[in-house]
T-cell receptor, first 110, second 114 residues
Framework: SQQGEEDPQALSIQEGENATMNCSYKTSINNLQWYRQNSGRGLVHLILIRSNEREKHSGRLRVTLDTSKKSSSLLITASRAADTASYFCALSDSWGKLQFGAGTQVVVTP | DAGVIQSPRHEVTEMGQEVTLRCKPISGHDYLFWYRQTMMRGLELLIYFNNNVPIDDSGMPEDRFSAKMPNASFSTLKIQPSEPRDSAVYFC????????????FGSGTQLSVL
């Protein structure tokens, strides 16, 4: 099964700090995506990085991808209380099948 | 656009009953995915369609589960008969075109089987 494994499972930080979470996988991928889920809601797409890309930025988000190590990281800079959510990495194969990891639960305290 | 629309939002039923979950994808999207989320198993891909045709149903847990997409604007996930272990949040998501496109999720259906 092509699912990512996120680390850590949970993360608690204070507003203004940076939050970093990692995703490791075992098979080849077409792209890797990060999603956010607020409690009781559907998932919302954050950023997509293709297998031939190494780094992407979107606002306060920075994603890296190391295909040799089969790992990715998501960095949220200058975190806010509104960033409190669960974050999931999702792996896409060349057919577009998208499978999600278990997620990292992030709590940002004011 | 209204986004991906799922109904019902909540469903409570008794063991043995038939349950039908509904999804309307975003207009123009040609991929539709059904996921199930539980604390124990996380987000599981059940099945996905391309142009109304099921592409991969390897995640469907048992013959009790079936999914259809009769047209581009409607899909159903049916559980018959339902069991307490089917209790979960079921999400539908849609996407337009190639794999390098993002998924849009519905708000989910919270299913409780008593």
């Amino acid at each position: 099964s092509q699912q990512g494994e996120e680390d850590p499972q949970a993360l608690s930080i204070q507003e203004g700090e940076n939050a970093t979470m990692n995703c490791s996988y075992k098979t080849s991928i077409n792209n890797l995506q990060w999603y956010r889920q607020n409690s009781g809601r559907g998932l919302v797409h954050l950023i997509l990085i293709r297998s031939n890309e190494r780094e992407k930025h979107s606002g306060r988000l920075r994603v890296t991808l190391d295909t040799s190590k089969k790992s990715s990281s998501l960095l949220i800079t200058a975190s806010r209380a509104a960033d409190t959510a669960s974050y999931f990495c999702a792996l896409s194969d060349s057919w577009g099948k998208l499978q999600f990891g278990a997620g990292t639960q992030v709590v940002v305290t004011p | 656009d209204a986004g991906v629309i799922q109904s019902p939002r909540h469903e409570v039923t008794e063991m043995g009953q038939e349950v039908t979950l509904r999804c309307k994808p975003i207009s123009g999207h040609d991929y539709l995915f059904w996921y199930r989320q539980t604390m124990m198993r996380g987000l599981e891909l059940l099945i996905y369609f391309n142009n109304n045709v099921p592409i991969d149903d390897s995640g469907m847990p048992e013959d009790r589960f079936s999914a259809k997409m009769p047209n581009a604007s409607f899909s159903t996930l049916k559980i018959q008969p339902s069991e307490p272990r089917d209790s979960a949040v079921y999400f539908c998501a849609s996407r337009k075109g190639q794999p390098n496109e993002k998924l849009f999720f519905g708000s989910g259906t919270q299913l409780s089987v008593l």
